[in-house]
């Protein structure tokens, strides 16, 4: 050691103008890799550490490594080892250059690649040894400082992410390196990507570890940090591992970082496990103990401390009861290390729970009662919704050990004698207290049934309408003590669960008569229950009607004289009334339960038809009439007095004699009229036989005045004769006319003119 401490001196002050002073850091590159390990980084008698080796870049007189100093400034570690992608005397401050010392041919690290899982390192610098611990963990502080931690950066660089790695694994084993160099808690690898603060378009990421953006005047000559970080792993006690300690740049040699690893904070500990705090979720339960095992292999002695107080407990293990700052020294062996565990214990306090009383209606007095617990939950955690789900057991020890195999597996639904039952709640810790549950059965004496009747009001006689429930209450309570208060629901089931509770207006599901039930309260106590039979009275149908009133006559408008009260629109008070005015006539009728209903009657007018005319469209290929007519009624038409049809029109008439009639569907009476189709021969044969010898129009003489006048081809006046007349022969002037075409024309007064043709044929 007198040689390494002279060798120390000589290389610091020999290297001052390599040395800066003042509000900055002081970096030496002057060490050899066994003094950066044994002296600088370790410094402790807990481990035997060989096989040393260093290299990174290499400027000269210059390295990428070396010793720190704080050298009076603000920066966190008093001295410690540097490993840099550059100069290592570079880092010192202010900072007022960008670094990006290193050129290309210095070549990266496979295994840091590896463990980040980035490629093309570039500018790397390595320190490895090998260490045989003495108790089962290590653990070291470093900071992360990088020139890539921009304050105005180009979105391009939020990708470049530099990184180191700290690397370790049991010496020939064949695993894979095991990195430290992680963010708290994850398998996240530090990199300058991985830990950044806010205020860059680059993206936030675990920025609680971020150390800030530096300024020109800071300690180091790097744009940003990481805080303080620890790396920690567990390792078996005298087995030989091997560390590699690599930082380089990531894509390009520029932007260089660093790692300053705090010295002596490369410490060899005892692991009592994690922390048992609130804060992560983990602290010990109230009445519990914890024990700590310090145990290590060999002859040892053992200290434990509370608060820092020596307890004077020296075995190797120690029950804690209440919660403080643990600390055990481990003295090893025959040798000087002392490895030193330490553990905060913080308990948190049991649920506050409240033991209450459940009690139910025993509905058919067998002894069993159907308890829904969960009604019991609030009551039992005092309405601290932070509480866990309640859990139910029938034996304590079976809640006190929460064993949810023999849990209640129907809470909400639990068929019980009367008896202690026991609810086991944990708070958001897994802390469990348990409480008690009487549950009771009540066998007061209640009416057997009640019954709530209310008349179909609201204007759909259908058999279903809404009750207030709040008018049953007091016929549910009649006779019963004061105080009590009632629930209602549609089953029994639900009333003993209380659940589903009906509203206070209740529609009843079944037509006019269903059964619900009132469950009665004693404060949160089943009192009993009472089924309540709900009626609805109305009348089962009242359909309007329409009534047809012939002219001149009355009808009786009535409905059925069973019920008590009648009131008519027109003022009569009886079960009927007599009309001859047609309209609307209504009724309003109340039955033995005093439920209303109103009946509509219409009354139409109708009445015998008044036949005006008979229209016809004769002397044609194909005659028609029309039926004109006046009245109220509705009519049907007929020409035969047996067929009778809804259209007053008739088509495709041969001439001769008919008769319309006109017929009131409603029976108010029929009305007829005599009417004639005509039309002319279209030819006649005048030759003496007898037959067909004249020509006349049939039936004209009901039309005795008209007159019909013949002309030749040429319009020449031949004859003229009136409708009771016999005809033409086919003379004029007493001589026969030759066989040939002649025309006519037949005037019936203001009724018609007809003008037409016909043949005459010898």
């Given at each position: 050691m007198i040689f390494f401490r002279s060798i120390f001196f000589i290389l610091i002050f020999g290297c001052l103008p390599n040395t800066t002073f003042g509000q900055y850091i002081s970096v030496s590159d002057n060490f050899i890799a066994q003094e950066l390990v044994e002296n600088k980084l370790i410094n402790s008698p807990c481990a035997n550490v060989s096989?040393?080796?260093?290299?990174?870049?290499?400027?000269?007189?210059?390295?990428?490594?070396?010793?720190?100093?704080?050298?009076?400034?603000?920066?966190?570690?008093?001295?410690?080892?540097?490993?840099?992608?550059?100069?290592?005397?570079?880092?010192?401050?202010?900072?007022?250059?960008?670094?990006?010392?290193?050129?290309?041919?210095?070549?990266?690290d496979d295994d840091l690649e590896n463990a980040l899982g980035v490629n093309n390192s570039i500018n790397a610098t390595v320190l490895e040894f090998d260490f045989v611990p003495l108790s089962n963990k290590i653990s070291f502080d470093y900071i992360f400082s990088s020139?890539?931690?921009?304050?105005?950066?180009?979105?391009?660089?939020?990708?470049?992410?530099?990184?180191?790695?700290?690397?370790?694994?049991?010496?020939?084993?064949?695993?894979?390196?095991?990195?430290?160099?992680?963010?708290?808690?994850?398998?996240?690898?530090?990199?300058?990507?991985?830990?950044?603060?806010?205020?860059?378009?680059?993206?936030?990421?675990?920025?609680?570890?971020?150390?800030?953006?530096?300024?020109?005047?800071?300690?180091?000559?790097?744009?940003?940090?990481?805080?303080?970080?620890?790396?920690?792993?567990?390792?078996?006690?005298?087995?030989?591992?091997?560390?590699?300690?690599?930082?380089?740049?990531?894509?390009?040699?520029?932007?260089?970082?660093?790692?300053?690893?705090?010295?002596?904070?490369?410490?060899?500990?005892?692991?009592?496990?994690?922390?048992q705090l609130i804060a992560?979720?983990?602290?010990?339960?109230?009445?519990?103990?914890?024990?700590?095992?310090?145990?290590?292999?060999?002859?040892?002695?053992?200290?434990?401390?509370?608060?820092?107080?020596?307890?004077?407990?020296?075995?190797?293990?120690?029950?804690?009861?209440?919660?403080?700052?643990?600390?055990?020294?481990?003295?090893?062996?025959?040798?000087?290390?002392?490895?030193?565990?330490?553990?905060?214990?913080?308990?948190?306090?049991?649920?506050?729970?409240?033991?209450?009383?459940?009690?139910?209606?025993?509905?058919?007095?067998?002894?069993?009662?159907?308890?829904?617990?969960s009604k019991a939950d609030k009551i039992i955690t005092n309405n601290d919704s932070s509480l866990s789900t309640i859990v139910y057991y029938e034996q304590i020890t079976d809640a006190q050990n929460q064993d949810v195999s023999k849990a209640i597996s129907n809470p909400n639904a639990y068929e019980s004698t009367s008896k202690t039952i026991y609810a086991s709640v944990k708070n958001t810790f897994g802390c469990a207290?348990?409480?008690?549950?009487?549950?009771?059965?009540?066998?007061?004496?209640?009416?057997?049934?009640?019954?709530?009747?209310?008349?179909?009001?609201?204007g759909k006689v259908d058999g279903f309408y809404g009750f207030d429930l709040s008018i049953a209450t007091p016929i549910i309570l009649a006779g019963l003590p004061s105080g009590?208060?009632?629930?209602?629901?549609?089953?029994?089931?639900?009333?003993?669960?209380?659940?589903?509770?009906?509203?206070?207006?209740?529609?009843?599901?079944?037509?006019?008569?269903?059964?619900?039930?009132?469950?009665?309260?004693?404060?949160?106590?089943?009192?009993?229950?009472?089924?309540?039979?709900?009626?609805?009275?109305?009348?089962?149908?009242?359909?309007?009607?329409?009534?047809?009133?012939?002219?001149?006559?009355?009808?009786?408008?009535?409905?059925?004289?069973?019920?008590?009260?009648?009131?008519?629109?027109?003022?009569?008070?009886?079960f009927f009334t007599e009309v001859s005015i047609p309209g609307t006539y209504m009724v309003t009728i109340t039955d033995k339960n005093t439920c209303v209903a109103t009946k509509k009657f219409t009354v139409e007018g109708s009445g015998k038809a008044t036949i005006t005319n008979v229209n016809t469209n004769d002397f044609q290929e194909s005659n028609s009439a029309i039926i004109e007519y006046l009245g109220s009624g509705d009519y049907e038409f007929s020409i035969d007095g047996i067929i009778f049809k809804d259209s007053p029109i008739f088509e495709n008439l041969a001439p001769g004699i008919f008769t319309a009639w006109v017929k009131d569907k409603n029976g108010c009476g029929i009305t007829s009229k005599k009417f004639y189709v005509l039309n002319y021969p279209r030819y006649f044969t005048p030759n003496g036989d007898g037959i067909n010898d004249s020509w006349f129009i049939k039936n004209i003489n009901v039309f005795p005045n008209s007159e019909i006048s013949i002309y030749d081809r040429y319009g020449k006046f031949l004859y003229q004769f009136i409708g009771t007349n016999k005809g033409w022969d086919g003379k004029f002037n007493s001589v026969d006319l030759p066989s040939t075409d002649y025309w006519f024309v037949i005037n019936i007064g203001i009724i018609k003119i007809i003008k037409g043709h016909f043949t005459l044929k010898r």
């Open positions: 096989n040393f080796s260093v290299s990174g870049g290499n400027f000269g007189s210059q390295q990428s490594f070396g010793y720190f100093t704080a050298n009076g400034s603000s920066f966190p570690f008093d001295n410690g080892v540097v490993l840099s992608t550059g100069k290592a005397v570079s880092s010192s401050g202010p900072n007022s250059s960008i670094l990006s010392d290193g050129d290309t041919s210095w070549l990266g020139e890539q931690y921009l304050l105005n950066p180009r979105s391009s660089q939020c990708d470049f992410t530099d990184g180191f790695a700290f690397l370790l694994k049991e010496v020939g084993s064949t695993n894979a390196y095991q990195n430290l160099a992680l963010i708290p808690n994850t398998t996240i690898p530090v990199r300058v990507n991985t830990v950044r603060g806010p205020g860059t378009i680059c993206p936030e990421a675990n920025e609680t570890f971020f150390g800030g953006f530096n300024d020109t005047e800071h300690p180091t000559n790097f744009n940003g940090q990481t805080k303080i970080m620890q790396a920690q792993a567990n390792v078996t006690s005298g087995k030989l591992y091997h560390i590699k300690l690599v930082v380089a740049d990531q894509g390009n040699n520029l932007y260089d970082s660093a790692i300053f690893l705090g010295g002596g904070s490369f410490k060899f500990e005892k692991d009592l496990g994690p922390d992560t979720n983990n602290p010990v339960c109230q009445n519990n103990t914890f024990p700590l095992d310090a145990t290590e292999s060999g002859t040892n002695s053992y200290k434990w401390f509370k608060n820092n107080i020596d307890t004077g407990i020296t075995s190797p293990t120690y029950t804690v009861t209440d919660e403080g700052i643990y600390r055990v020294e481990v003295s090893l062996g025959a040798t000087i290390c002392k490895s030193i565990g330490e553990i905060t214990i913080e308990y948190s306090p049991l649920p506050v729970l409240t033991n209450t009383i459940i009690v139910q209606c025993d509905d058919n007095k067998d002894g069993l009662g159907l308890f829904n617990l207290n348990v409480a008690t549950i009487d549950l009771k059965l009540s066998n007061n004496t209640v009416p057997k049934s009640r019954d709530l009747e209310s008349c179909d009001l609201d009590l208060v009632v629930e209602y629901y549609e089953t029994l089931n639900d009333a003993l669960l209380q659940i589903n509770v009906l509203p206070n207006t209740f529609r009843n599901t079944v037509r006019y008569q269903m059964r619900i039930y009132a469950r009665i309260l004693n404060g949160a106590d089943c009192y009993g229950i009472i089924p309540l039979d709900l009626f609805v009275n109305s009348f089962e149908d009242l359909p309007d009607e329409n009534i047809v009133l012939c002219e001149k006559t009355s009808k009786k408008l009535e409905v059925d004289r069973k019920y008590i009260w009648f009131d008519w629109n027109n003022g009569s008070k009886d």
